[in-house]
């Protein structure tokens, strides 16, 4: 995977974790939309949450990476949101990179069986996601005018 990909995958990915997708909520969720995506990163971390409740590693290791590489927005979403960041994409990507990081960790952890490790990467992952919807949620919301 070649640098430009990798940031198009970590900005795509915060975006889709801390988003709540461009569409009001009560309207369908349409294909690489951002509601859509935030809806299957939502039940993929619950499926996590279940699978570590059960100490079903190799569960956790099949989703940890669904989380870590994730769908990307549409370009025109995706656009949308860059430009409204401006100056925020760094702060932005970095929350997105410690998400993605901390996925891959918890699949590792998982395949060798570590349970206090998938434990401590997911909640990384979680602690970034709110540390990401705290700093840009409620702005984005006002910006799009979104619930």
């Known amino acids: 995977m070649t640098t430009s990909m990798i940031k198009h995958v970590m900005v795509a990915g915060l975006a889709a974790l801390i988003l ?34 059960r100490e079903d590693w190799v569960k956790v290791a099949q989703l940890a990476p669904l989380i870590a590489q994730h769908d990307e927005p549409i370009a025109a979403d995706k656009l949308r949101i860059l430009g409204w960041l401006g100056k925020d994409v760094p702060t932005f990507k970095s929350f997105d990179t410690n998400a993605h990081n901390a996925a891959h960790e918890m699949a590792e952890a998982a395949e060798k069986g570590d349970g206090l490790a998938v434990i401590r990467a997911y909640g990384s992952i979680q602690q970034n996601c709110l540390a990401c919807h705290q700093r840009f949620r409620k702005a984005f919301s006002e910006q799009f005018g979104q619930p």
């Open 20 to 53: 709540p997708g461009l569409a009001v909520a009560d309207a369908p969720a349409r294909p690489g939309s951002l509601r859509t995506i935030m809806l299957k990163l939502d039940s993929n971390m619950q499926a996590v949450s279940s699978a570590i409740s």
